[in-house]
Protein backbone atom coordinates (compact mmCIF):
# COMPACT_ATOMS: atom_id res chain seq x y z
CA UNK A 1 0.00 0.00 0.00
CA UNK A 2 1.19 3.46 -0.67
CA UNK A 3 0.08 5.75 2.26
CA UNK A 4 2.35 8.67 3.21
CA UNK A 5 2.52 10.32 6.11
CA UNK A 6 -0.70 12.43 6.88
CA UNK A 7 -1.24 15.47 8.28
CA UNK A 8 -5.07 14.96 8.10
CA UNK A 9 -6.49 14.26 11.05
CA UNK A 10 -8.10 10.91 9.69
CA UNK A 11 -11.15 9.15 11.31
CA UNK A 12 -9.13 5.90 12.08
CA UNK A 13 -6.10 8.10 14.04
CA UNK A 14 -3.32 4.70 13.00
CA UNK A 15 -4.75 3.74 10.19
CA UNK A 16 -2.93 4.46 6.85
CA UNK A 17 -5.11 5.01 3.58
CA UNK A 18 -3.98 4.40 -0.22
CA UNK A 19 -3.85 7.39 -2.49
CA UNK A 20 -6.49 7.68 -4.40
CA UNK A 21 -5.04 8.64 -8.35
CA UNK A 22 -7.85 8.26 -10.50
CA UNK A 23 -11.19 7.14 -11.08
CA UNK A 24 -13.12 5.22 -13.36
CA UNK A 25 -16.62 4.21 -13.93
CA UNK A 26 -16.74 1.03 -10.90
CA UNK A 27 -12.69 1.55 -10.54
CA UNK A 28 -10.28 3.67 -8.02
CA UNK A 29 -6.90 3.18 -9.19
CA UNK A 30 -4.60 4.07 -6.65
CA UNK A 31 -0.99 6.03 -6.58
CA UNK A 32 0.91 2.72 -6.90
CA UNK A 33 -1.13 2.02 -9.74
CA UNK A 34 -3.93 -0.43 -7.90
CA UNK A 35 -7.43 -1.08 -9.05
CA UNK A 36 -9.66 -1.46 -6.69
CA UNK A 37 -13.58 -2.31 -7.60
CA UNK A 38 -16.04 -0.07 -5.80
CA UNK A 39 -18.78 -2.19 -4.66
CA UNK A 40 -19.96 0.29 -1.89
CA UNK A 41 -20.35 2.99 -4.42
CA UNK A 42 -17.69 4.82 -1.40
CA UNK A 43 -21.17 4.67 1.16
CA UNK A 44 -23.75 4.40 -1.50
CA UNK A 45 -22.83 7.79 -3.11
CA UNK A 46 -21.27 6.59 -5.99
CA UNK A 47 -24.46 5.96 -8.13
CA UNK A 48 -23.45 6.30 -11.87
CA UNK A 49 -19.82 5.48 -10.91
CA UNK A 50 -16.84 7.89 -10.98
CA UNK A 51 -15.88 10.22 -13.82
CA UNK A 52 -19.08 10.29 -15.76
CA UNK A 53 -18.63 12.53 -18.51
CA UNK A 54 -22.02 13.81 -18.88
CA UNK A 55 -22.27 14.87 -15.11
CA UNK A 56 -19.00 16.28 -14.92
CA UNK A 57 -19.47 18.46 -18.20
CA UNK A 58 -23.03 19.93 -16.33
CA UNK A 59 -20.57 20.64 -13.02
CA UNK A 60 -17.85 22.95 -15.54
CA UNK A 61 -20.72 24.25 -17.23
CA UNK A 62 -22.47 25.73 -14.18
CA UNK A 63 -18.93 26.57 -12.88
CA UNK A 64 -18.36 29.17 -15.50
CA UNK A 65 -21.73 30.33 -15.53
CA UNK A 66 -22.58 30.94 -11.85
CA UNK A 67 -20.26 28.78 -9.38
CA UNK A 68 -21.76 30.67 -6.42
CA UNK A 69 -24.65 32.82 -5.17
CA UNK A 70 -25.73 33.05 -1.17
CA UNK A 71 -29.56 32.05 -1.33
CA UNK A 72 -30.22 35.28 0.94
CA UNK A 73 -30.08 37.15 -2.71
CA UNK A 74 -30.92 34.89 -4.92
CA UNK A 75 -32.17 31.27 -6.40
CA UNK A 76 -30.41 29.70 -9.52
CA UNK A 77 -31.79 28.21 -12.33
CA UNK A 78 -30.49 25.02 -11.62
CA UNK A 79 -31.35 25.10 -8.37
CA UNK A 80 -35.22 25.54 -9.37
CA UNK A 81 -34.86 22.75 -11.69
CA UNK A 82 -33.64 20.23 -8.98
CA UNK A 83 -36.05 20.91 -6.84
CA UNK A 84 -38.88 21.00 -9.63
CA UNK A 85 -37.47 17.44 -10.86
CA UNK A 86 -37.46 16.34 -7.08
CA UNK A 87 -41.08 17.15 -6.35
CA UNK A 88 -41.79 15.58 -10.17
CA UNK A 89 -40.32 12.54 -8.75
CA UNK A 90 -41.50 12.77 -5.24
CA UNK A 91 -44.39 10.75 -3.52
CA UNK A 92 -48.06 11.99 -3.32
CA UNK A 93 -48.20 15.53 -1.56
CA UNK A 94 -44.59 16.69 -1.37
CA UNK A 95 -44.40 19.98 -2.76
CA UNK A 96 -40.91 21.34 -1.53
CA UNK A 97 -37.27 20.61 -1.47
CA UNK A 98 -35.56 22.40 1.02
CA UNK A 99 -31.59 21.60 -0.13
CA UNK A 100 -28.65 21.01 2.27
CA UNK A 101 -24.90 19.51 2.01
CA UNK A 102 -24.58 16.27 3.01
CA UNK A 103 -26.77 13.59 4.80
CA UNK A 104 -27.13 14.50 8.50
CA UNK A 105 -28.00 17.98 7.54
CA UNK A 106 -30.72 17.05 6.09
CA UNK A 107 -31.74 15.32 8.97
CA UNK A 108 -30.77 17.93 11.34
CA UNK A 109 -33.21 20.12 9.08
CA UNK A 110 -35.87 17.84 9.09
CA UNK A 111 -36.23 17.56 12.85
CA UNK A 112 -36.12 21.18 12.91
CA UNK A 113 -38.57 21.43 10.37
CA UNK A 114 -40.92 19.14 11.80
CA UNK A 115 -40.90 20.98 15.15
CA UNK A 116 -41.04 24.15 13.81
CA UNK A 117 -44.22 23.17 11.98
CA UNK A 118 -46.17 22.39 15.51
CA UNK A 119 -44.92 25.77 16.78
CA UNK A 120 -46.76 27.40 13.63
CA UNK A 121 -49.85 25.36 14.13
CA UNK A 122 -50.02 26.17 17.50
CA UNK A 123 -48.84 22.47 19.19
CA UNK A 124 -45.49 23.55 20.94
CA UNK A 125 -45.84 20.62 23.79
CA UNK A 126 -44.79 18.50 20.80
CA UNK A 127 -41.16 17.76 22.02
CA UNK A 128 -40.53 13.94 21.61
CA UNK A 129 -39.23 12.13 18.77
CA UNK A 130 -39.03 8.60 18.89
CA UNK A 131 -36.71 6.39 16.59
CA UNK A 132 -35.06 2.97 16.12
CA UNK A 133 -32.02 0.93 18.05
CA UNK A 134 -29.63 0.18 15.63
CA UNK A 135 -30.22 2.93 13.30
CA UNK A 136 -27.74 5.72 11.56
CA UNK A 137 -29.35 9.21 11.35
CA UNK A 138 -25.64 10.87 11.22
CA UNK A 139 -22.96 12.52 12.85
CA UNK A 140 -24.29 15.89 13.75
CA UNK A 141 -25.78 16.35 17.69
CA UNK A 142 -28.95 16.12 16.50
CA UNK A 143 -28.89 13.91 13.96
CA UNK A 144 -26.40 11.53 16.81
CA UNK A 145 -29.59 12.02 19.32
CA UNK A 146 -32.30 10.05 16.65
CA UNK A 147 -29.44 7.70 16.12
CA UNK A 148 -29.75 4.60 17.69
CA UNK A 149 -26.38 3.37 17.88
CA UNK A 150 -25.52 3.42 21.84
CA UNK A 151 -21.73 2.79 21.09
CA UNK A 152 -21.87 6.53 19.03
CA UNK A 153 -24.36 8.18 21.38
CA UNK A 154 -22.62 7.54 24.66
CA UNK A 155 -19.54 10.15 25.29
CA UNK A 156 -21.87 12.78 24.02
CA UNK A 157 -24.77 12.30 26.40
CA UNK A 158 -27.22 14.31 27.64
CA UNK A 159 -28.10 14.58 23.72
CA UNK A 160 -29.82 18.07 22.55
CA UNK A 161 -33.26 16.69 21.98
CA UNK A 162 -35.89 13.75 23.80
CA UNK A 163 -35.91 10.42 22.15
CA UNK A 164 -37.22 7.32 22.57
CA UNK A 165 -36.00 4.70 21.03
CA UNK A 166 -37.90 1.46 19.92
CA UNK A 167 -37.11 -1.82 18.34
CA UNK A 168 -35.76 -1.94 14.38
CA UNK A 169 -37.32 -4.03 11.84
CA UNK A 170 -34.72 -6.82 12.23
CA UNK A 171 -36.10 -9.74 10.59
CA UNK A 172 -33.46 -12.42 11.09
CA UNK A 173 -32.72 -12.01 14.81
CA UNK A 174 -36.34 -10.01 16.22
CA UNK A 175 -39.25 -12.50 14.37
CA UNK A 176 -39.84 -15.17 16.82
CA UNK A 177 -40.11 -19.25 15.62
CA UNK A 178 -43.10 -19.74 14.33
CA UNK A 179 -44.33 -15.84 13.73
CA UNK A 180 -45.18 -14.98 10.24
CA UNK A 181 -43.36 -11.89 9.04
CA UNK A 182 -46.68 -9.90 9.11
CA UNK A 183 -47.16 -10.48 13.35
CA UNK A 184 -43.94 -9.39 13.53
CA UNK A 185 -44.24 -6.35 11.76
CA UNK A 186 -47.68 -5.55 13.86
CA UNK A 187 -46.12 -6.37 17.14
CA UNK A 188 -43.26 -3.90 16.41
CA UNK A 189 -46.49 -1.25 15.56
CA UNK A 190 -47.55 -2.60 18.73
CA UNK A 191 -44.31 -1.56 20.75
CA UNK A 192 -44.20 1.98 18.82
CA UNK A 193 -47.89 2.01 20.23
CA UNK A 194 -47.03 1.61 23.74
CA UNK A 195 -43.97 4.42 23.37
CA UNK A 196 -46.34 6.59 22.06
CA UNK A 197 -49.21 6.19 24.97
CA UNK A 198 -46.26 6.73 27.45
CA UNK A 199 -45.37 10.04 26.19
CA UNK A 200 -48.46 10.80 25.22
CA UNK A 201 -49.29 11.48 21.24
CA UNK A 202 -50.25 15.02 21.75
CA UNK A 203 -46.31 15.26 22.73
CA UNK A 204 -44.90 13.43 20.22
CA UNK A 205 -43.42 15.50 16.99
CA UNK A 206 -42.46 12.67 14.55
CA UNK A 207 -40.93 9.22 14.28
CA UNK A 208 -37.95 8.73 12.42
CA UNK A 209 -36.79 5.67 10.62
CA UNK A 210 -34.83 4.15 7.49
CA UNK A 211 -36.76 3.10 5.06
CA UNK A 212 -34.10 0.12 4.56
CA UNK A 213 -31.44 0.65 7.55
CA UNK A 214 -27.79 1.12 6.75
CA UNK A 215 -24.58 2.16 7.59
CA UNK A 216 -25.50 0.78 11.35
CA UNK A 217 -27.47 -2.54 10.62
CA UNK A 218 -26.65 -3.54 6.82
CA UNK A 219 -29.68 -3.38 4.38
CA UNK A 220 -32.59 -4.43 7.06
CA UNK A 221 -35.50 -4.17 5.06
CA UNK A 222 -39.16 -3.71 6.45
CA UNK A 223 -41.32 -6.84 7.05
CA UNK A 224 -44.36 -6.58 4.75
CA UNK A 225 -47.04 -4.17 6.30
CA UNK A 226 -45.03 -2.66 8.64
CA UNK A 227 -44.40 0.58 7.59
CA UNK A 228 -47.92 0.78 6.70
CA UNK A 229 -48.94 0.20 9.87
CA UNK A 230 -46.61 3.04 11.48
CA UNK A 231 -47.59 5.10 9.25
CA UNK A 232 -51.17 4.42 10.26
CA UNK A 233 -50.57 4.63 13.68
CA UNK A 234 -48.72 8.27 12.99
CA UNK A 235 -51.47 9.91 11.42
CA UNK A 236 -53.94 8.62 14.28
CA UNK A 237 -51.79 10.83 16.87
CA UNK A 238 -51.05 13.41 14.27
CA UNK A 239 -47.54 12.94 14.56
CA UNK A 240 -45.17 13.41 11.43
CA UNK A 241 -43.35 10.23 9.73
CA UNK A 242 -40.03 11.19 8.63
CA UNK A 243 -38.22 8.79 6.37
CA UNK A 244 -34.21 8.78 6.40
CA UNK A 245 -33.91 7.47 2.80
CA UNK A 246 -30.44 9.58 2.65
CA UNK A 247 -28.43 5.93 1.87
CA UNK A 248 -31.18 3.45 1.20
CA UNK A 249 -32.88 6.57 -1.67
CA UNK A 250 -32.78 7.72 -4.95
CA UNK A 251 -32.87 4.66 -7.11
CA UNK A 252 -30.51 2.42 -4.86
CA UNK A 253 -33.15 0.24 -4.30
CA UNK A 254 -34.61 0.18 -7.35
CA UNK A 255 -37.36 2.81 -6.68
CA UNK A 256 -36.37 6.39 -6.65
CA UNK A 257 -37.74 5.94 -3.35
CA UNK A 258 -37.38 3.21 -1.22
CA UNK A 259 -40.80 3.91 0.37
CA UNK A 260 -42.43 3.81 -2.87
CA UNK A 261 -42.36 0.16 -2.09
CA UNK A 262 -43.68 0.20 0.85
CA UNK A 263 -46.94 1.86 -0.61
CA UNK A 264 -46.19 4.15 2.04
CA UNK A 265 -46.17 8.42 1.84
CA UNK A 266 -44.05 9.81 4.70
CA UNK A 267 -44.66 13.55 5.89
CA UNK A 268 -40.65 14.66 5.28
CA UNK A 269 -38.22 12.19 3.75
CA UNK A 270 -34.73 12.93 3.67
CA UNK A 271 -32.36 12.38 0.87
CA UNK A 272 -28.08 13.56 0.01
CA UNK A 273 -25.29 10.26 -0.65
CA UNK A 274 -26.84 9.17 -4.50
CA UNK A 275 -28.64 12.62 -5.23
CA UNK A 276 -25.02 13.97 -6.19
CA UNK A 277 -23.45 10.72 -6.45
CA UNK A 278 -20.70 12.25 -5.06
CA UNK A 279 -19.81 14.89 -7.82
CA UNK A 280 -20.22 17.42 -5.63
CA UNK A 281 -21.95 17.44 -1.50
CA UNK A 282 -25.82 17.43 -1.57
CA UNK A 283 -28.55 16.53 -0.01
CA UNK A 284 -32.40 17.39 0.78
CA UNK A 285 -35.51 17.30 2.80
CA UNK A 286 -38.58 16.94 0.69
CA UNK A 287 -41.72 18.36 2.01
CA UNK A 288 -45.28 18.03 2.03
CA UNK A 289 -47.32 20.32 1.45
CA UNK A 290 -49.17 20.89 4.82
CA UNK A 291 -45.72 21.72 6.73
CA UNK A 292 -44.50 24.23 4.09
CA UNK A 293 -48.46 25.55 4.40
CA UNK A 294 -47.81 26.20 7.74
CA UNK A 295 -44.82 28.07 7.31
CA UNK A 296 -46.32 30.44 4.69
CA UNK A 297 -49.19 30.96 6.56
CA UNK A 298 -47.54 31.32 10.30
CA UNK A 299 -44.02 32.90 10.74
CA UNK A 300 -43.02 33.09 6.66
CA UNK A 301 -39.86 31.90 7.71
CA UNK A 302 -38.14 28.04 8.12
CA UNK A 303 -35.58 29.48 11.25
CA UNK A 304 -32.54 27.15 9.80
CA UNK A 305 -30.45 27.51 7.05
CA UNK A 306 -26.89 26.98 5.38
CA UNK A 307 -24.54 29.10 3.76
CA UNK A 308 -23.76 26.33 0.74
CA UNK A 309 -27.52 25.59 0.89
CA UNK A 310 -28.46 25.31 -2.75
CA UNK A 311 -24.96 25.34 -4.41
CA UNK A 312 -25.20 25.49 -7.94
CA UNK A 313 -22.39 23.34 -9.17
CA UNK A 314 -24.11 20.80 -6.63
CA UNK A 315 -27.44 21.33 -8.07
CA UNK A 316 -25.77 20.98 -11.42
CA UNK A 317 -24.42 17.64 -10.51
CA UNK A 318 -27.22 16.47 -8.71
CA UNK A 319 -29.82 17.48 -12.29
CA UNK A 320 -27.63 15.74 -14.51
CA UNK A 321 -27.35 12.79 -12.23
CA UNK A 322 -31.32 12.30 -11.86
CA UNK A 323 -31.96 13.22 -15.55
CA UNK A 324 -29.30 10.36 -16.36
CA UNK A 325 -30.76 7.82 -14.11
CA UNK A 326 -34.26 8.20 -15.70
CA UNK A 327 -32.96 8.98 -19.70
CA UNK A 328 -31.03 5.89 -19.44
CA UNK A 329 -33.80 3.61 -16.96
CA UNK A 330 -31.61 3.10 -14.47
CA UNK A 331 -33.98 2.34 -11.86
CA UNK A 332 -34.90 -1.09 -13.95
CA UNK A 333 -31.66 -1.45 -14.29
CA UNK A 334 -30.79 -2.11 -10.26
CA UNK A 335 -34.26 -3.91 -10.12
CA UNK A 336 -31.98 -6.55 -12.41
CA UNK A 337 -28.62 -6.02 -11.16
CA UNK A 338 -29.39 -6.22 -7.76
CA UNK A 339 -31.36 -9.70 -8.39
CA UNK A 340 -28.21 -10.84 -10.13
CA UNK A 341 -26.22 -9.53 -6.90
CA UNK A 342 -28.71 -11.57 -4.54
CA UNK A 343 -28.41 -14.72 -6.21
CA UNK A 344 -24.47 -14.41 -6.90
CA UNK A 345 -24.50 -14.13 -2.95
CA UNK A 346 -27.10 -16.64 -2.21
CA UNK A 347 -24.74 -19.08 -4.63
CA UNK A 348 -21.43 -17.82 -2.73
CA UNK A 349 -22.44 -17.59 1.12
CA UNK A 350 -26.18 -19.53 1.03
CA UNK A 351 -24.73 -22.37 3.02
CA UNK A 352 -21.50 -20.76 4.04
CA UNK A 353 -21.12 -21.44 8.09
CA UNK A 354 -20.38 -17.64 8.96
CA UNK A 355 -22.94 -16.41 6.66
CA UNK A 356 -26.18 -15.79 8.62
CA UNK A 357 -28.30 -13.83 6.52
CA UNK A 358 -28.02 -12.49 3.37
CA UNK A 359 -30.67 -9.56 3.16
CA UNK A 360 -31.42 -6.43 1.13
CA UNK A 361 -33.06 -4.56 -1.83
CA UNK A 362 -31.98 -3.45 -5.15
CA UNK A 363 -28.28 -2.92 -5.61
CA UNK A 364 -28.03 -2.68 -1.39
CA UNK A 365 -27.52 -5.80 -0.45
CA UNK A 366 -25.56 -7.00 3.28
CA UNK A 367 -24.12 -10.17 4.60
CA UNK A 368 -24.04 -10.85 8.19
CA UNK A 369 -21.82 -12.99 9.89
CA UNK A 370 -22.59 -15.40 12.73
CA UNK A 371 -20.29 -18.03 14.42
CA UNK A 372 -22.67 -20.81 13.37
CA UNK A 373 -26.05 -20.61 11.37
CA UNK A 374 -28.00 -22.44 13.98
CA UNK A 375 -26.90 -20.62 17.19
CA UNK A 376 -26.92 -16.86 15.29
CA UNK A 377 -24.33 -16.01 18.11
CA UNK A 378 -22.18 -12.75 16.99
CA UNK A 379 -18.56 -13.36 16.64
CA UNK A 380 -16.93 -11.36 19.48
CA UNK A 381 -16.62 -7.81 18.35
CA UNK A 382 -12.97 -7.49 19.96
CA UNK A 383 -12.16 -9.86 17.21
CA UNK A 384 -12.89 -6.96 14.58
CA UNK A 385 -13.95 -9.37 11.93
CA UNK A 386 -15.57 -6.55 10.08
CA UNK A 387 -12.38 -4.57 9.95
CA UNK A 388 -10.60 -7.48 8.89
CA UNK A 389 -13.02 -8.45 6.35
CA UNK A 390 -12.46 -4.70 4.51
CA UNK A 391 -8.76 -5.38 4.99
CA UNK A 392 -9.14 -8.68 2.99
CA UNK A 393 -10.92 -7.22 0.80
CA UNK A 394 -8.63 -3.73 -0.62
CA UNK A 395 -6.13 -6.34 -0.45
CA UNK A 396 -8.36 -7.77 -3.19
CA UNK A 397 -8.74 -4.45 -4.77
CA UNK A 398 -12.73 -4.55 -3.34
CA UNK A 399 -13.96 -1.54 -1.51
CA UNK A 400 -17.00 -2.96 0.63
CA UNK A 401 -18.68 -1.23 3.62
CA UNK A 402 -18.03 -3.24 6.79
CA UNK A 403 -19.41 -2.59 10.36
CA UNK A 404 -18.93 -4.36 13.58
CA UNK A 405 -20.93 -6.17 15.91
CA UNK A 406 -22.35 -4.64 18.99
CA UNK A 407 -21.00 -5.68 22.75
CA UNK A 408 -24.43 -6.47 23.82
CA UNK A 409 -24.91 -9.32 21.09
CA UNK A 410 -28.05 -7.27 19.42
CA UNK A 411 -26.24 -7.31 16.23
CA UNK A 412 -23.69 -9.10 14.17
CA UNK A 413 -21.02 -8.21 11.85
CA UNK A 414 -21.70 -7.12 8.64
CA UNK A 415 -20.56 -6.13 4.86
CA UNK A 416 -22.78 -4.15 3.00
CA UNK A 417 -22.51 -3.73 -0.77
CA UNK A 418 -23.58 -0.48 -3.08
CA UNK A 419 -22.28 -0.59 -6.19
CA UNK A 420 -22.41 2.08 -8.67
CA UNK A 421 -25.93 1.34 -10.85
CA UNK A 422 -23.59 1.18 -14.50
CA UNK A 423 -22.34 -2.01 -12.73
CA UNK A 424 -21.69 -4.91 -15.47
CA UNK A 425 -22.41 -8.53 -14.89
CA UNK A 426 -19.19 -9.53 -15.28
CA UNK A 427 -18.50 -6.48 -12.43
CA UNK A 428 -20.82 -8.55 -9.82
CA UNK A 429 -19.43 -11.12 -10.67
CA UNK A 430 -15.89 -9.96 -9.46
CA UNK A 431 -17.12 -8.27 -6.72
CA UNK A 432 -18.78 -11.61 -5.42
CA UNK A 433 -15.61 -13.21 -5.86
CA UNK A 434 -13.82 -11.11 -4.43
CA UNK A 435 -16.16 -10.82 -1.28
CA UNK A 436 -15.92 -14.83 -0.81
CA UNK A 437 -12.51 -15.04 -1.15
CA UNK A 438 -12.02 -12.51 1.55
CA UNK A 439 -14.44 -13.62 4.00
N1 LIG B 1 -28.79 9.20 7.38
C1 LIG B 1 -28.48 7.99 6.90
C2 LIG B 1 -29.57 6.96 6.75
C3 LIG B 1 -27.17 7.67 6.55
O1 LIG B 1 -26.87 6.45 6.09
C4 LIG B 1 -26.18 8.68 6.68
C5 LIG B 1 -24.73 8.42 6.28
N2 LIG B 1 -24.31 7.11 6.33
C6 LIG B 1 -26.55 9.93 7.17
C7 LIG B 1 -27.87 10.16 7.50
C8 LIG B 1 -25.54 11.02 7.34
O2 LIG B 1 -25.09 11.47 6.11
P1 LIG B 1 -23.73 12.29 5.97
O3 LIG B 1 -22.63 11.33 6.27
O4 LIG B 1 -23.76 12.74 4.54
O5 LIG B 1 -23.79 13.42 6.91
New binding site residues.
Partial sequence: MNAPDTRILHRQIHHRLPVAAHASGVTITDTAGRDYIDASGG?AVSCLGHGHPEVIAAMHAQIDRVAYAHTSFFTTDVAEELAAELVRTAPEGMTHAYFVS??????EAALKMARQFFVEIGQPQRRHFIARQQS????TLG?LAVGGNEWRRRQFAPLLIPVTHVSACYEYRGRADGETAEAYGQRLVQELAGAIDRLGGENVIAFVA?TVG??TSGALTPVPGYLKGVRDLCSRHGILLIL?E???GMGRTGTLHACEQEGVVPDLI?I??GLGGGYQPI?AVLAQGRIVDAFAKGSGLFQHGHTYLGHPVACAAALAVQRIIHRDGLLTEVQRLGYGLRERLQAAFGAHDHVGDIRGRGLFQAIELVQDRASKNPFDPALKLHARIKAQCMERGLMVYPMGGTIDGARGDHVLLAPPFIATDADLDAIVGRLADAV
Fill in positions: AGGSEAVYHGNAEGADVMCTAKG
